[in-house]
């Protein structure tokens, strides 16, 4: 069976610090990853997706980037955080090529405070 | 454009009562899927049900359907004998099906679902 991982849980790091958020799928090849963010109280905004190695698409443009290194690694980053980079970031995965039925499947977030 | 609207911002269901979740949507794709996902106080999100634009059936998953009606673009959740567990914020989603969509879900703002004994 498939599983993600996503890493750290809680994360408090001070302004124009950098940020490394880590997710991993398993049991899968080749998945579509997404990084979604939500602020308190708020649905889900997509900030990037990716439909392969080293192919990132960005929704939002904003000082957070991503990277795929590997087939099953995805990777939010950031430079120096600002304070509203706050929120709650969710990684996720789907299966390629299923159309519009195919759902997402998400890690367990990570909760970033930016002081 | 908001492409997802859920009016409910929140709602009290009394335990072992059924709830509707109403979802509107908005689109000119004739191929499309709408997703239901519960979240938890815990923050994940877990997948609860699926319909597609083009069954003719409305979705069913144990406790939960989805009254489709396509002509409204309406997609609302029913939660049947409501449980304690139930508590949470529900969100829908819709993913168009044309290729530049690229599989992207898009969510609605949430309806907060507080079960009371």
């Known amino acids: 069976s498939q599983t993600i991982h996503q890493w750290p849980a809680t994360l408090v790091q001070p302004v124009g610090s950098p940020l490394s958020l880590e997710c991993t799928v398993e049991?899968?090849?080749?998945?579509?990853l997404y990084w979604y963010r939500q602020a308190a109280g708020r649905g889900l905004q997509l900030l990037f997706y990716?439909?392969?190695?080293?192919?990132i698409s960005s929704e939002v443009p904003q000082n957070l980037s991503a990277s795929r290194p590997q087939d099953r690694q995805f990777i939010l980053s950031s430079k120096k955080l600002l304070l509203s980079d706050s929120g709650f970031y969710l990684c996720?995965?789907?299966?390629?090529?299923?159309?519009?039925?195919?759902?997402?499947?998400f890690g367990n977030g990570t909760r970033l405070t930016v002081t | 454009a908001q492409k997802i609207t859920q009016t409910q911002p929140g709602m009290f269901v009394q335990e072992k009562e059924a709830v509707t979740l109403d979802c509107t949507y908005d689109?000119?794709?004739?191929?499309?899927?709408l997703f239901w996902y519960k979240q938890p106080s815990s923050g994940e999100m877990i997948f609860l049900i699926y319909?597609?634009?083009?069954?003719?059936q409305n979705a069913t998953e144990g406790r939960y359907s989805l009254n489709f009606q396509k002509a409204r673009k309406s997609a609302n959740l029913v939660i049947s004998a409501s449980q304690l567990g139930d508590s949470a914020m529900y969100f829908c989603?819709?993913?168009?099906?044309?290729?530049?969509?690229?599989?992207?879900?898009?969510f609605g703002a949430g309806t907060q679902v507080v079960v009371t004994p």
């Open positions: 996720a995965w789907s299966h390629p090529g299923e159309g519009a039925g195919s759902p997402l499947h």
């Open positions: 049991g899968t090849s080749n998945p579509n």
């Open positions: 990716s439909v392969g190695i080293g192919q």
């Open positions: 689109t000119s794709d004739p191929s499309y899927g």
């Open positions: 319909q597609g634009s083009y069954d003719q």
């Open positions: 989603a819709m993913r168009e099906g044309r290729e530049d969509s690229w599989g992207k879900l898009q």
